[in-house]
């Protein structure tokens, strides 16, 4: 069974037990408020919410929940432009939507695990287009994000030196071209490089998720410049990504 399928059996058994405590508290409410009386408490109590981690920047938001649903962050966004998880958090698919939907970026806090917090070096290459991509790099980089644009001319020029980026523990590769289809196969050629693309944010999450890909390539007009930015953003969010152990051996 793959780590993807793993998590997502997890993130549906922790989202129905916590859905079982909500209808045990509402039952038992409702017995309370019968006209009988004052009851003896549940046994089935709800342990309480972890503290959140503290803002280290106006707009940020902290959670420290191991599993983080839209309980856990119901009318707490407005104003937010990054949401801080634990490390090993599991993010419900519906969190992931709003955030997406309201442009928030999504931040691993790593010093919850015992190591000192990394951030993520964005290498973003254009290939074979005239679109300037000054206003994607300054949306990235006000969510924390540090990239470096290099235009170059030749796809195999591209792909190698984006070979070359992230071997970088610390670096993602983005690659802007029309030529999407002949990037994807140069770059996966290339020993190190995991690249995939997506018609929206939702799916180059996935497609990210699944072979734990360390490049991106989009045809920056497949699309509008807001969906162009959140596919890259999407991509950018959930950092450096472990390839799967059950692809290791034939994709590292």
Do not use: Y
């Amino acid at each position: 069974m793959s780590e993807l399928s793993i998590d997502i059996e997890r993130v549906v058994r922790e989202v129905l037990a916590e859905m079982r405590l909500a209808q045990a508290e509402s039952g038992q409410r409702k017995a309370d408020g019968n006209g009988q009386g004052p009851k003896a408490a549940s046994p089935v109590s709800r342990p309480a919410s972890p503290a959140p981690l503290p803002a280290s920047v106006p707009g940020e938001l902290a959670i420290r929940a191991r599993v983080v649903t839209m309980t856990e962050v119901a009318g707490r966004l407005d104003g937010i432009r990054r949401l801080v998880v634990s490390h090993g958090a599991i993010i419900t698919p519906a969190v992931r939507d709003e955030l997406i939907r309201r442009g928030i970026a999504l931040a691993c806090d790593e010093a919850s695990n015992g190591r000192p917090a990394t951030t993520v070096r964005v290498v973003l290459v254009t290939v074979g287009t005239d679109i300037d991509p000054k206003a994607l790099v300054a949306g990235l980089t006000r969510e924390g994000t540090t990239v470096e644009h290099v235009a170059l001319d030749c796809l195999l020029v591209a792909t190698e030196q984006l070979a070359a980026e992230t071997a970088h523990a610390d670096t993602l590769g983005i690659l802007l071209t029309p030529h999407t289809a002949a990037g994807l196969c140069l770059a996966n050629r290339l020993r190190g490089l995991r690249a995939v693309t997506g018609g929206d944010a939702p799916a180059v999450a996935a497609a990210a998720a699944a072979v734990g890909a360390n490049l991106l390539v989009v045809d920056p007009q497949a699309g509008t410049f807001f969906q162009v930015k959140q596919m890259v953003a999407e991509f950018c969010r959930g950092g450096v990504r472990p390839c799967p152990a059950v692809f290791r051996a034939r994709l590292v």
